[in-house]
């Protein structure tokens, strides 16, 4: 995940809130690193995705990128038309869409959006189906559902390579949605056995309609030399979380303030999990979840590198192929991270995939 300036839950954040100078700092050390695709976030109140994810196209080779958004805000055939545009202009295969359904009812209605979550989840429905079609339809097609009608829809420019289409929510509107319409479904860092129930419900709701379905997981890497160091470090990135709640730093408190009471189900599985143990499956920490609404990205894998690679690992045995990580000093992170984390995911990932080829293929 990169963004426009620094900052994270413990770091704080410094800069303007938007750094092109960073950004591109950010991009290319992902690139450097190793990394396939980088998330570009989304909130009611944050730059622009596809502007910012632009700018890390633009300044990198092969990087790809990950754009959030929120249906509901930018109709679907000029969605689809933009990611089209930005594949042609960048390369093909770059570029992917995230779709965030909403767990917070404050940051919907921010944009304008007063719509309750089971109606935002059809409308989600919606907005995959009209988005896919205008991807790939030769031809030009009528639509007409609850929320959006279009006659006529068509895009004249296509894409050269495929726009994966990514979702993310655990709520039970969520998984129809989600198994019915997304080509990777995004889970958050729960442990292995919620993880592995969370991918059975998933993959069942996917083979009702015909479909295989790819699976992504969120979690945050906290490395060090020693697996006593790393924890250390752990202990000291909730401290500075707690000085920057009390008030040291005011970004941390910001950001708690500026999302509002997140609703979504998911956040509430994590904050069930962390009030349960801070610690599960040997190294997956609650420490930071325990401090946040339960939202984001916060569950962390602390160890050394080749700890923190066996534990993500385990993850992919149950069918994860994409890890969206993150740091808590993310530049930085992202370069320690491609000496030995990235290296070691891969190759263990490589060995396994090698098992697992019929005998006679190369």
């Avoid at 790939?136 to 895009?155: I, K, V, W």
């Amino acid at each position: 995940m990169v963004s426009t300036t620094y900052g994270s839950e413990s770091a704080g954040w410094r800069g303007p809130v938007v750094d092109p100078g960073y950004l591109t700092d950010f991009a290319r050390a992902h690139e450097q690193s190793g990394f396939d695709r980088v998330l570009i976030a989304h909130s009611a109140s944050s730059p622009e995705g596809f502007a910012a994810a632009a700018h890390v196209l633009y300044n990198t080779e092969r990087l790809g990128v990950l754009i959030a958004q929120r249906p509901g805000f930018i109709q679907p055939t000029l969605t689809a038309r933009k990611l089209a545009t930005l594949d042609n202009l960048t390369g093909a295969g770059r570029v992917a869409i995230h779709h965030i359904t909403g767990g917070s009812d404050t940051d919907q209605r921010r944009d304008g959006d007063f719509h309750g979550k089971e109606a935002r989840y059809r409308r989600t429905a919606e907005f995959i189906e009209v988005l896919r079609r205008t991807l790939t339809s030769g031809e030009p097609f009528d639509y007409e559902g609850e929320f959006y009608r279009f006659e006529g829809a068509f895009s004249s420019v296509k894409p050269h390579g495929e726009v994966p289409i990514f979702f993310g929510g655990q709520s039970d509107d969520a998984i129809r949605v989600g198994g019915r319409w997304a080509d990777v479904y995004a889970l958050w860092g729960e442990p292995l056995a919620q993880t592995r129930e969370r991918i059975e419900l998933i993959r069942a709701e996917a083979a009702r309609h015909g479909r295989d379905i790819a699976f992504s997981l969120s979690v945050r890497p906290i490395v060090a030399d020693t697996e006593e160091a790393a924890w250390d470090k752990a202990a000291a990135i909730r401290r500075a979380f707690e000085e920057n709640l009390a008030g040291g730093n005011g970004g941390a408190a910001g950001w708690r303030i500026g999302r509002g009471e997140n609703t979504a189900v998911g956040a509430k599985r994590l904050k069930d999990e962390a009030d349960e143990k801070l610690i599960h499956d040997e190294r997956l920490w609650f420490g930071v979840t325990q401090l946040t609404d339960g939202g984001g990205n916060s569950t962390a894998l602390v160890g050394t590198p080749q700890q923190v690679a066996d534990a993500l690992l385990k993850y992919y045995d149950l069918g994860i192929r994409t890890f969206l990580i993150r740091g808590f000093d993310p530049l930085q992170d992202v370069r320690d991270w491609g000496e030995e984390l990235v290296p070691l995911l891969r190759a263990g990932a490589a060995a396994r995939e090698r098992r697992l080829a019929p005998a006679g293929r190369g």
